[in-house]
């Protein structure tokens, strides 16, 4: 059996109470949080530090 850590960012945002769904990551080649956040940026997403992340329909 294999322990595997899987980084995975999820959207902080809320709609009328209900916490967005949407999720990037899931490689479990994915070396650091911080890698996984560059490679998101590009795709959208992004990071404000002290609030969360944020898919690209709320970034
Ligand atoms: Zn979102």
């Known amino acids: ?3 595997l850590v899987i980084r995975i960012l999820t959207c902080d945002e809320t709609d ?3 916490v967005c769904d949407a999720e990037y990551g ?3 080649d994915m070396p650091s949080l911080d890698a996984l956040r560059s490679e998101a940026a590009e795709n959208g ?5 002290g609030y969360g992340d944020f898919c ?4």
């Open 1 to 3: 059996m294999t322990g």
């Open 16 to 18: 009328d109470g209900e």
């Open 26 to 28: 899931g490689d479990a």
């Open 45 to 49: 997403w992004r990071h404000l530090e």
């Open 56 to 59: 690209p329909d709320h970034s």
